[in-house]
């Protein structure tokens, strides 16, 4: 029987976050969500992250990530290999979506505390975090923060606050700004305490982290793999008519080739290309589909690219 | 996660098959061109017939285009 092990508690290897497709009523298409997740798990992926900023969550309302949950853990997808982004616009969407998903026994959530028309203060943050904690009231689950300097700043006080008075639920901290730096320093401050991940894969070797969060693996499984694993970071990917290139280099051509726009349209247009599948392309409004001009900018680009499949 | 009875979309030669996993695992990869995989044979099949109906798409638009160049350059 062939399987790939989700057995391990543990956060290790690369957990793709992974978009929304969306069929043309605008409902979560499951199906094909189902058989990305299956095709990415084939390739070697070990975990979704499921409606995080790659998965649009905030344009879903709790019923339909609960339902998308529920099915596809139906569908055979193991459990423990889920996590899901419970950031909610307030506490009590959080609460319930945290609640309901731990019914299903996943991995565990992340989550950031909502942005606000105001300035917040630290204890505001903190008593967030406390007040989620404290009432989802059950032992044994898994938090994971999500730290984004852009949208809410989350300083080192507040962070040493939380982990010393939720030991046991606060797990891991996963950055989602890209400068490497920050990164680090949260590996420096924190490191011994819980996992500390990103979800820019340029800073995933500096980390040196069990697991990593990547929004790419949708696209470049294997390299991502590659590049998180010390065993293959020599291997080299060959790409038909150009030198051999490393899998970092691959990245990075594709990071400056996304970076020119939204990153869940673009990243939802190459899986239309990829799949041939316009379907894929599709978003909620108000982020709704790549304009014209950057289709075709896209469809040039990922020409050049050169994508193997079948190796990446 | 169990994939032993799961069913996958392949490219190979430039033709589309859908593959069980057994006969999947036994290609060399570089062979081909793995599209998704599914957790049944339907499901393959019924995303082997939608890129299958995109081909033919695709063929029609260029024989519709090579026939209209065709009248114009009588």
């Not at chain 1, 984004?148 to 989350?154: G, L, R």
């Not at chain 1, 008075?165 to 490191?191: C, Q, R, Y």
């Not at chain 1, 793999?225 to 280099?249: F, N």
């Not at chain 2, 695992?25 to 939608?50: D, I, K, T």
């Amino acid at each position: 029987m062939t399987t790939i092990s989700h057995e391990s508690h543990a956060f290790s290897g690369v957990w793709a976050s992974v978009p929304t497709p969306l069929k043309a009523d605008l409902n979560i298409d499951l199906i094909r969500l189902n058989s990305h997740i299956r095709t990415l798990f084939a390739k070697g992926v070990h975990g979704v992250l499921l409606f995080g900023e790659m998965g649009e969550g905030s344009l879903f309302d709790v019923d339909e990530k609960v339902t998308a949950l529920a099915y596809l853990i139906a569908q055979g997808i193991p459990a423990n290999a889920i996590m899901l982004s419970a950031s909610c616009t307030n506490m009590n969407d959080s609460l319930k979506l945290i609640q309901q998903a731990l019914q299903h026994e996943i991995h565990g959530v992340t989550v950031m505390p909502p942005s606000y028309e105001q300035e917040i203060s630290e204890q505001g943050l903190i008593d967030y975090v406390d007040q989620l904690i404290g009432r989802v009231n059950q032992a044994n689950w898994r938090l994971y923060l999500l730290l984004n300097a852009q949208k809410i700043s989350m300083p080192d006080a507040v962070i040493e606050d939380l982990l010393r008075k939720h030991p046991n639920h606060i797990v891991g901290m996963i950055d989602e700004g890209a400068n490497p730096t920050h990164t680090l320093d949260l590996l420096k401050s924190f490191g011994d305490k819980v996992d500390i991940s990103s979800t820019h894969e340029m800073n995933h070797k500096l980390l040196k982290s069990r697991g990593v969060v990547s929004p790419l693996a949708n696209l470049l499984p294997r390299v991502i793999i590659g590049m998180s694993t010390s065993a293959s970071q020599t291997q080299a990917h060959s790409v038909p008519g150009l030198k051999v290139k490393q899998g970092d280099e691959r990245v990075q051509e594709l990071v400056t080739l996304l970076g020119k726009y939204p990153s869940t349209l673009a990243m939802k247009f190459i899986l239309s290309i990829i799949y041939r599948d316009a379907d894929w392309a599709r978003s909620r409004p108000p982020l709704g589909e790549l304009p014209l001009a950057s289709r075709e900018y896209f469809n040039k680009a990922m020409k050049t690219f050169n994508l193997n499949t079948s190796e990446e | 996660m169990d994939f032993s009875n799961s069913w996958y979309v392949i490219e190979r030669n430039n033709r589309l098959e859908v593959m069980s996993h057994e006969d999947f695992v036994a290609l060399h990869p570089a062979n081909c061109q793995m599209f998704q995989n599914y957790q049944n044979r339907s499901g393959a099949m019924s995303e082997m017939r939608r890129l299958v109906q995109n081909e033919i798409k695709a063929a029609s638009a260029k024989i519709q285009l090579m026939e209209t160049r065709l009248t114009k350059s009588y």
